[in-house]
C-alpha cells in the first residue's frame, strides 16, 4: 500500500510503500520516548520524498550512525536514518497522513541498545515479492 505522510506543518512531505497491516516499534530509548517516535523501519527504496528537502535540519549523537531529521520550520521528526538500518529509513508512523488499517506495537528496549539492537537489521532489507 502506498501511505503519505508530512511534518506538522506539511513543509516535509512523504510517500511509502508498506504492508496494509503495519508492524511498528516502540523504543524507549531516550530520545524516541521524549519525542513520541514509532517507529516503521522500511528498505529506502520504499520511501520518496516529495517535498521539503530544504526544510530538513539534522541532529546526530553518540556514535553520529543515525541521522535524525527534523524539520526546521515545526520542529517534528518524520524520519530519519536509524543506527540499526543505515540503509534504510525509519519513518514515524505517527507522521502518517493517510493512516493504516490496523497497527500492531511491538515495544523495543532501546535503553539497552547493544543488547538488543540485532534484532532491528532485518527491517531495511528487500523482500522479495515472488517468495
Not at 30 to 55: M, N, Q, R, V, Y
Not at 99 to 123: C, M, V, Y
Request: some cysteine; hydrophobic content about 35%; aromatic content about 10%.
Amino acid at each position: 500500500m502506498k501511505y503519505t505522510g508530512s511534518c506538522h506543518c506539511k513543509a516535509i512531505q512523504f510517500e511509502i510503500e508498506a504492508p496494509e497491516v503495519i508492524e511498528a516499534d516502540l523504543c524507549n530509548c531516550s530520545i524516541c520516548s521524549k519525542s513520541g517516535f514509532l517507529h516503521l523501519i522500511l528498505p529506502l527504496s520504499k520511501f520518496k520524498l516529495l517535498a521539503g528537502e530544504d526544510a530538513i535540519t539534522t541532529y546526530t549523537f553518540n556514535s553520529g550512525v543515525a541521522k535524525h531529521t527534523f524539520c526546521r520550520y515545526c520542529g517534528v521528526k518524520p524520519f530519519y536514518t536509524p543506527r540499526s538500518n543505515p540503509d534504510g529509513i525509519d519513518i514515524n508512523v505517527n507522521c502518517l497522513d493517510t493512516r493504516p488499517a490496523q497497527i500492531n506495537i511491538t515495544e523495543f528496549d532501546g535503553q539497552n541498545w547493544e543488547q538488543n539492537a540485532a534484532s532491528l537489521a532485518h527491517k531495511s532489507e528487500e523482500v522479495d515479492a515472488g517468495a
